[in-house]
């Protein structure tokens, strides 16, 4: 397995490009910066099969936010396609670069059966990042708008109005996310990694409310 620092030595111009594209986007990027890539990036090392695909995955990994640094709305393939150029000549054959755009440009589907591996393992590392306990960090930093918690909702329950795209509280935004994404897991390595991130943000979300049932303030209405 290639370290970070190997990966950024190997890819220096391509991984300066992507860094630059992050730099200059007027979008503010909501939890989908350049650290977010990265650690995507390594995840997907971590659980890709073999190092063809770690190497490959990494690279999607890289270019998979691409979609939130152009105007909303635009079309990602070109700024997608022109930072994969960037990738050392030679490294990837010409399909695999094809492969590794590809897989970040439809990152954001449900599992279908003509993904390839590749992007599979993007998706399965794209997960497993918001499984990760800096989500507890991430919502609530990009989610100032709603309540932390809703006392009402402190037994294990999701207040029934929350969606996935609207969650009412942020233990809510955390509630749906361990209900969609480990079963959506489709990497042995992915869905070992995932139930071990999902014991803990379970476990964070158990702690909270055992604090609140020590006040008796658990399920009660302001």
């Known amino acids: 397995?290639?370290?970070?620092?190997?990966?950024?030595?190997?890819?220096?111009?391509?991984?300066?490009?992507?860094?630059?594209e992050h730099r200059e986007t007027p979008r503010p990027h909501r939890?989908?910066?350049l650290d977010h890539d990265v650690t995507v990036a390594m995840l997907a090392v971590r659980i890709a099969p073999d190092e063809r695909t770690a190497d490959k995955a990494w690279a999607a990994?890289?270019?998979?936010?691409?979609?939130?640094?152009?105007?909303?709305g635009d079309d990602p393939r070109s700024l997608t396609w022109s930072c994969g150029a960037e990738l050392p000549s030679g490294f990837?054959?010409?399909?695999?670069?094809?492969?590794?755009?590809?897989?970040?440009?439809?990152?954001?589907?449900?599992?279908?059966?003509?993904?390839?591996?590749?992007?599979?393992?993007?998706?399965?590392a794209d997960r497993l990042a918001n499984l990760q306990l800096t989500v507890v960090i991430r919502s609530g930093q990009f989610q100032p708008e709603i309540p932390a918690f809703?006392?009402?909702?402190?037994s294990g329950k999701r207040n029934p109005a929350s969606t996935y795209y609207e969650p009412?509280?942020?233990?809510?935004?955390?509630?749906?996310?361990?209900?969609?994404?480990p079963p959506s897991l489709r990497t042995p390595a992915g869905k070992e990694l995932g139930a071990?991130?999902?014991r803990d943000l379970q476990d964070f979300i158990s702690k909270v409310e055992a604090s609140y049932e020590e006040l008796d303030l658990r399920?009660?209405?302001l």
């Open 1 to 20: 397995m290639r370290t970070f620092e190997q990966y950024r030595e190997i890819f220096s111009e391509f991984y300066s490009r992507i860094k630059r």
């Open 31 to 33: 939890g989908h910066g």
């Open 61 to 72: 990994a890289m270019l998979h936010s691409i979609d939130r640094l152009i105007p909303k």
């Open 92 to 124: 990837f054959s010409t399909s695999e670069v094809a492969e590794i755009c590809e897989a970040a440009c439809r990152h954001g589907e449900m599992n279908q059966p003509d993904q390839s591996v590749t992007q599979q393992v993007l998706q399965d």
């Open 150 to 154: 809703e006392f009402e909702f402190l």
């Open 168 to 181: 009412r509280n942020i233990l809510d935004d955390f509630r749906t996310m361990l209900i969609d994404y």
């Open 196 to 198: 071990r991130y999902a």
């Open 219 to 221: 399920g009660i209405t």
